[in-house]
């Protein structure tokens, strides 16, 4: 990713122009797309219906499915001739579209002014939609509201599958037009409130736009060759805007963070792209490989709808990982700079948030408890899905006063409930001669068994195939063809009828509208639970490459079942049991079937997002600190205002849906959004760090033989380049590495004494130091006796030297002359007496004694590391004069940087350093710690530094049992600082660091961050 991202950021003006070439066409493609859709595509391959769908079409052209129908319906001022003209004008209407023609009806009376008139139009097209947008328009029906006679006395409909599509097709565009209406001002008042910068919050809302309108020109492309349904408009909307904008919200905020930290912007842009960019791209692959689970139903409509969705996701991961980065490399810091217009936005911006971090130290001090609350809440909302009951309708997409249902209701009126959907069975023989006396009982017989059939009016008599292979028989039933009852008598026929010839002698398949129903529901009834099992593996072996680890693959997928549970749920609440009528939200009988297996693929790609985004996170920290429970409280304090912002866009995306949508794509936004509140909320905040914190190190069990066959995924951020000059080698305590919360190319000010170093100067310190917290200090950083060194031996030291004043090589000079601000190397450092007795000139480590040549002072700091973090670990011992003791928990988190010879440079991190110090004032309890302290503080807000020694107690402990938390003791000694030593101990030279009020002044605005921290 970072040699993608250096890149895009040298050629971002090509990227700029390829995407506005791609942007130009797909505009005019979008606006033309919808005339390819269709509202069908509901058929299941290899089903009866299917089959008997098809004979139609092809040998029964009178009989078959692409037919439309005119309705004239007479208002209650009509007269006799009102409907005649009426009848006469769509005769009219129908004879100048071409390939057209009118199918008698015997059955049907003349027009008469109390009941309405059904003219049937045979189509020689089989695709009937741009018939039927030809004819509503010469009809007149404009958007929702019906056509009219010139006097206004008779209603005019267009009724049928190709009507059905075109108005579907209407209503999803004026629908999608009102949703981005709610959604594009909320997406942008959200962008706001988390950017504070109106430059910052217009590049992810115009990377969704760009996103949508591409998307959408992809379909109009795939719709010419393949069945797209007219919902995946909706699809490609939600889903195109939403991960858009999401991903590129992921990335805009680690690129603040690194920003944030001392990084330069191009550097910021490559840190960004290495971890939220690398998060973004393993979280599309994932919610793209969860959507095609869908293709197992093997339904056009659904099929059609995973593609959009599929299409979409993948042009969002392209816009934020390519858009993105350029856009951030041209603007720079203007991308983070908030605005002094919005007051919210004036105050600092830290890394982790203070609430965020008590809520997480609260779980994860009760995990049992926190855990077992958040199951129960969750599994309270997922009962009431065990009652859902699955339908299909598309005529029920629309509203009651919608003129397409009033149209198919004067039909039903005119004709009978049933007339415009019968059951239709067909009768093949094998050996042909349908027609003959032979066969005639056995279609004979069929007949009167079908006249027996619950819910049947009447059966018409056979007609027989053009080449006389098979009879046609067609049912009229009493009920609606959609109703639940049609259903049971399309089962009782499939059950009963096979039954009446002999065998081997007739084949007997029952289809019509009903049927088709019947039959996809009963596809996704038996297909859903292999679709489950595919997306939750899909799911689960994505986690596995992101994290390394099968417990949190394995709590992943369980968690987002979970997730989809509490989904299922909020649908039967708000749409079977009609919780929220009082919003708009109709009360319906059935959930519509295509609904289930999409917000189960969906909701398993979306809520690995987070999971992967938040994961990540806590496994990166945990690859520095080696510390679980501090890697949790990292990773969710970091990310949660990400995730909980990025989960508000797409909540608010779902919702302008839910309520601007038809009941399809209504119920897919509020079981999305329901979903994404939950994940976002109850799973990431509580389940995760609960579950975490209960499995402690199993969290990262990975067998060895899974860990060779697993590719690696690297989320670490690259190195800062820094040249040899650059380093400067303090022969220091802690106190004299990075700023806290600061990354390795700050200027140092853990020190004033150190202030005038050059802003790109990397200051480390001699790390045996480090032991000056225990009781070996002297002697450890002197060296003159290895074997003191606590756990290492003389053989086990490397570059057991010391320090000398006398051997200067050129390589130490190239290393630490950098110009100070007075004009002399390092300035004002002056001569400094070392503890164990070294001094060095210029604060500069000399050459090393007691080698055959000069070795770099970066080479011997590398050496002497291990031993002074393996005496920090294991130093117990109790400071000078009898005090407590305390022992460090967990490891010493460090970083790298990187140097010119491809070596890596390790030092501990910022809020280790200031943990460090904080450790140091504890045992050491010196008036130079806490001037160094102060020094500290001063780079950075108190309540920063409240937040990193808030957690002092996860990283030390005392042994004292009257003196068990670290935490509390060092905000009693911050309050109120009383060194062991007196100013005239330390000498002139700590006089002159700071001034001892204002050192007391800042250790006391940290004390009182920390108490209001700990509320």
């Known amino acids: 990713m970072m040699r993608l991202s250096r890149s895009l950021r040298k050629y971002r003006w090509l990227v700029f122009t390829g995407w506005l070439l791609a ?12 005339g390819n859709l269709t509202g069908g595509g509901f058929d299941v391959a290899g089903s009866q219906s299917l089959a008997v769908h098809d004979q139609l ?58 009941r309405p008139y059904v003219l049937s139009v045979r189509l020689d097209s089989r695709n009937t939609s741009d018939v039927a947008k030809q004819l509503r328009t010469k009809v007149g029906i404009k958007g929702d509201q019906p056509g009219q006679t010139a006097n206004g006395r008779v209603r005019l409909y267009v009724i049928g599958q190709g009507a059905l599509s075109a108005a579907a097709a209407a209503n999803t565009k004026h629908d999608i ?21 109106l430059a910052a919050a217009t590049i992810p809302l ?22 797209m349904s007219v919902f995946v408009t909706s699809t490609v909307s939600m889903f195109g805007i939403a991960l858009a904008v999401d991903y590129s919200l992921f990335i805009l905020m680690r690129f603040r963070e690194e920003l944030r930290t001392g990084r330069q912007p191009r550097e910021a842009v490559d840190a960004a792209m290495a971890t939220s960019g690398l998060a973004v791209v393993l979280s599309g692959m994932t919610v793209i490989a969860s959507l095609t689970g869908i293709y197992v139903i093997n339904t056009p409509a659904l099929k059609s709808m995973a593609t959009g969705a599929i299409l979409a996701v993948a042009v969002a991961m392209l816009t934020s990982t390519t858009l993105t980065p350029a856009a951030l490399a041209t603007f720079g810091r203007a991308a983070a700079k908030r605005s002094a217009l919005l ?38 909302m997922a009962a009431p899905a065990a009652s859902m009951v699955l339908g299909n309708s598309l005529l029920r997409q629309f509203d009651s006063s919608h003129e397409i249902r009033a149209g198919v209701g004067a039909a039903a009126e005119a004709l009978g409930p049933g007339a415009l959907g019968p059951i239709r069975v067909l009768i093949n023989f094998p050996d042909g001669g349908a027609a003959s006396p032979e066969h005639s009982h056995t279609v004979g017989a069929i007949r009167q068994r079908m006249a027996q059939a619950p819910n049947i009016v009447s059966v018409s008599p056979p007609q027989f195939a053009e080449d006389n292979g098979s009879a046609l028989l067609s049912a009229v039933l009493s009920v609606d063809p959609e109703d639940m009852k049609a259903r049971e008598t399309v089962g009782w026929m499939r059950a009963q009828l096979p039954k009446v010839p002999e065998a081997g002698t007739a084949r007997v398949d029952v289809g019509g509208p009903t049927a088709l129903i019947k039959d996809f529901d009963d596809q996704v009834s038996k297909t859903e639970p292999l679709v489950l099992a595919i997306v939750a593996l899909i799911a689960f072996v994505m986690l596995l490459v992101s994290v390394h680890s099968v ?31 009082d919003l708009g939200f109709a009360q319906i009988s059935s959930i519509d079937s295509t609904v289930p297996p999409l917000v189960l693929a969906m909701t398993f790609g979306l809520s690995m997002d987070y999971e992967i985004f938040l994961l990540t996170r806590i496994r990166e920290r945990f690859l520095h600190s080696g510390n679980t429970r501090d890697a949790v409280a990292y990773g969710v304090s970091t990310s949660a205002r990400t995730i909980t912002s990025a989960a508000l866009i797409m909540i608010a995306v779902f919702v302008g849906f839910a309520f601007a949508g038809m009941p399809l794509v209504a119920e897919i936004g509020v079981a999305c959004a329901v979903a994404i509140a939950v994940d976002a909320t109850v799973v990431r905040l509580v389940m995760v760090p609960a579950l975490m914190a209960m499995f402690a190190q199993w969290n990262w069990w990975l067998p060895p033989w899974l860990f060779r066959v697993l590719p690696s995924v690297d989320f670490d951020r690259p190195l800062p380049e820094v040249d040899l000059g650059d380093v400067v080698v303090i022969p220091d305590d802690i106190s004299a590495l990075v700023a806290p919360s600061a990354d390795l190319r700050m200027v140092l000010k853990s020190a004033a004494k150190l202030k005038h170093l050059a802003p790109d100067a990397i200051c480390v310190a001699d790390p045996l130091a480090f032991t000056g917290c225990g009781r070996n200090a002297a002697r450890a950083v002197a060296g003159p006796d290895a074997d003191q060194v606590r756990g290492r031996g003389p053989g086990q030291i490397p570059h057991h030297v010391a320090l000398s004043e006398e051997r200067v090589g050129a390589c130490v000079g190239a290393a630490g002359k950098k110009p100070g601000a007075n004009g002399h190397t390092n300035g004002s450092l002056g001569t400094k007496k ?64 990187q140097l010119p010879t491809g070596d890596r440079l390790l030092v501990p991190t910022g809020a280790e350093t200031l943990r460090l110090k904080g450790y140091l004032i504890m045992s050491r309890n010196s008036r130079r710690d806490y001037a160094d302290f102060a020094d500290m503080v001063d780079s950075l807000e108190p309540e920063t530094a409240a937040v990193v020694l808030a957690g002092m107690d996860r990283y030390y402990c005392c042994k004292s049992p009257r003196r068990q938390w670290i935490a509390t003791q060092l905000v009693r000694r911050l309050a109120d600082p009383d060194p062991c030593d007196h100013p005239e101990d330390q000498g002139s030279e700590t006089d002159a660091g700071s001034d001892w009020e204002e050192v007391r002044r800042r250790c006391l605005s940290v004390a009182v961050a920390m108490l209001e921290e700990a509320r």
């Open 23 to 34: 942007l130009v066409p797909a505009v005019y493609l979008a606006l033309t797309q919808s």
């Open 57 to 114: 079409e092809d040998l029964y052209h009178d009989q078959g499915g692409s037919s439309l129908a005119l309705v004239a319906a007479p208002r209650p001022d009509a007269s006799y001739q009102d409907m005649n003209d009426a009848v006469a004008q769509l005769r009219q209407i129908a004879a100048v579209i071409p390939g057209t023609a009118e199918i008698p009806n015997p059955t049907q009376r003349p027009p008469q002014p109390d």
């Open 177 to 197: 037009a009102a949703a981005e209406k709610w959604n594009l001002p909320v997406i942008l008042i959200v962008l706001l409130a988390v950017f504070g910068s």
């Open 206 to 227: 115009a990377l969704g736009v760009c996103t949508v309108v591409v998307t959408m020109g992809l379909v109009y492309l795939l719709s010419a060759y393949t069945t």
């Open 343 to 380: 007051h919210w936005s004036r105050r600092p911006e830290s890394t982790q948030s203070r609430f965020w971090n008590r809520w997480i130290s609260w779980v994860m001090r009760r995990p049992w408890m926190s855990a077992l609350a958040a199951s129960l809440v969750l599994l309270v």
């Open 551 to 581: 417990f949190l693959a394995f709590k992943g997928v369980l968690m987002t079942l979970l997730s989809v549970a509490a989904a299922y749920g909020s649908l039967v609440m708000v749409f079977q049991w009609g919780w929220l009528r």
């Open 834 to 897: 070392l503890v164990g007795g070294l001094t060095s000139r210029n604060g500069i480590a000399k050459a090393i004694a007691g080698t055959e040549r000069p070795v770099h002072p970066v080479t011997l700091w590398r050496g002497r590391l291990s031993v002074a973090i393996d005496a920090l670990q294991n130093d117990t011992a109790a400071a000078a004069g009898g005090g407590p003791v305390y022992e460090r928990r967990s490891p010493v988190e460090t970083t790298n940087v």
